[in-house]
Nanobody
Framework: QVHLVESGGGSVEVGGSLSVSCVQS?????MAWFRQAPGKEREGVAV???????LYSRSVRGRFTVARDNFKNSLYLEMNRLKPEDTAVYYC???????????????WGQGTQVTVSS
């Protein structure tokens, strides 16, 4: 069973930047960030394959950057020009598909809060 631990996040004002990180216990081909706001379904934010190719959701494309370090089994998300609607718990996930569908991911971190205030 892959274990994932997120860190980072926090609170920032509109237009600010935050970053989140994730360390996993073993390599998986695809790693992704998801988020879930209160009362909403879990939403795919970005996925990245082992070769470093990323896919972003339309809502974050151009503002967020996902990266991974395969030697450190780590995943990163740099978030810029943050908006109030980006407020959510952000989850790191490991899986085997180049997808933003949470059903394709079998291991999840505990989540870290990101809050954007206006």
């Amino acid at each position: 069973q892959v274990h994932l631990v997120e860190s980072g996040g926090g609170s920032v004002e509109v237009g600010g930047s935050l970053s989140v990180s994730c360390v996993q216990s073993e390599y998986t081909s695809h790693m992704a960030w998801f988020r879930q706001a209160p009362g909403k379904e879990r939403e795919g934010v970005a996925v990245i394959g082992g070769g470093g190719n990323p896919l972003y959701s339309r809502s974050v494309r151009g503002r967020f950057t996902v990266a991974r370090d395969n030697f450190k089994n780590s995943l990163y998300l740099e978030m810029n020009r943050l908006k109030p609607e980006d407020t959510a718990v952000y989850y790191c996930a490991a899986g085997w598909a180049f997808s933003l569908n949470p059903d394709n991911f079998h291991a999840w971190g505990q989540g870290t809060q990101v809050t954007v205030s206006s």
